[in-house]
């Protein structure tokens, strides 16, 4: 009986159940990292699995994030260069890669930029600022029907340019719109790739943007997204993340932006584009995508659920070895050497399979 005894305090030992979850949560955040998919913990490992919906900002996520400007339409021939010089003077100290598009076109031909004083950003809308005393905004769609400087004429230059997928940005003065500029960003040849991807992993997709609803839809059918949406305030995407989640989905948050940030943080898991993303949204985020590389994400799903699998065939095997061997040394056929195959050898066990992680292409 002692003898027994000791037999089933070997295998009564927990180490293999107790190391079955660490080994293979830290196997898979290292592969994750080899990926250059950077994640805080094993939560957000875990919850990977679980996603019903992905939504993605567009510039710099979906698009390649630099912009340039197509189009320079001033609404008065009088305004002219000095329309150019005003907007170029506010989308400097911007550092949105629409107003930035605005502001190489004006450098490339040589425009010197005008003092901005009281400079304000307007999120999911624009900027505004005095030059010469004078209150000068430059942005988008939104912006100029929230100054109440829309009119029918207005209303078809811009949805002319919108339908062309190009983002419009105006510049108003208190008494009128000066200028429309539009922009068109090409979309990565990696985001049609993984769209793909995460439709056949049963991942649905939504896009969410500031910019009007004309050029979302245009740049969601390019790439294959299955809803877009235009338009969009901080709050307004913090509204949509929350509507997927009322039904019990697990969304994901794709953004690299200060727009994005508060999505990001409600998402169940926000991914930050970690060499475009603002400092704000690399820290919000769970995951940071680190060569802003949007096929990472289904390599971050498949991640996941083969963590998973590791995992319960760890917890399985700890479980189902010490069980056998237990029901052995119960029958009286147990053995020292039995016990110790229990303890030490699933314990192995589980951190060589845990380690096939690191070893295994996403």
């Known amino acids: 009986w002692i003898y027994r005894a000791l037999v089933l305090l070997v295998i009564a030992c927990p180490c293999a159940l107790v190391i079955s979850t660490p080994v293979t949560i830290v196997s898979g955040l290292s592969a994750a990292a080899r990926l250059g998919i950077l994640i805080k913990g094993g939560v957000f490992l875990e919850l990977g699995r679980k996603l019903s919906w992905v939504a993605l900002d567009k ?61 304000a950003a307007l999120p999911g809308r624009g900027v505004s600022g005095r030059i010469d005393g004078v209150l000068y905004h430059l942005g988008n769609h939104r ?14 230059r811009l949805d002319a340019l919108e339908r062309q997928g190009k983002t419009v940005i105006a510049l108003c003065d208190p008494q009128r719109v000066r200028a429309l500029f539009a922009v068109a960003d090409g979309v990565k040849d990696s985001s049609r790739e993984a769209i793909r991807e995460l439709h056949a992993l049963d991942v649905k997709t939504l896009m969410l943007t500031g910019d009007n609803p004309h050029t979302a839809a245009a740049i969601a059918a390019q790439v294959g997204i299955d809803a877009a949406r235009g338009n969009l305030l901080p709050e307004d995407k913090l509204r949509e993340v929350e509507a997927r989640q009322a039904d019990g989905s697990r969304v994901g948050m794709v953004g690299d932006g200060i727009n994005d940030a508060p999505a990001l943080a409600r998402a169940d898991i926000g991914f930050a584009m970690g060499a475009a993303g603002t400092d704000t949204a690399i820290e919000t985020a769970g995951v940071a995508l680190m060569d802003d590389d949007l096929r990472k994400l289904p390599q971050f799903v498949r991640l996941s659920r083969t963590t998973h699998a590791i995992l319960v065939q760890n917890i399985t095997l700890a479980l189902g070895i010490k069980a056998v061997f237990l029901a ?18 699933a314990s192995l066990l589980v951190v060589f399979n845990g380690l096939r992680l690191l070893r295994k292409r996403f």
């Open 59 to 119: 510039t710099g996520t979906i698009t390649h994030g630099k912009p340039q400007q197509t189009d320079y339409l001033p609404i008065a021939e009088a305004d002219g260069t000095d329309a150019r010089l005003l907007a170029a003077s506010l989308a400097a100290r911007s550092d949105h890669p629409v107003s930035r598009a605005v502001a190489n076109a004006a450098e490339e031909d040589g425009l010197a930029l005008g003092v901005v004083e009281d400079l």
């Open 143 to 156: 912006l100029v029907e929230e100054l109440g400087l829309c009119s029918p004429a207005l209303e078809e």
């Open 328 to 345: 052995l040394t119960l029958a009286g056929e147990g053995t020292l050497w039995m016990a110790v195959f229990a303890d030490m050898g």
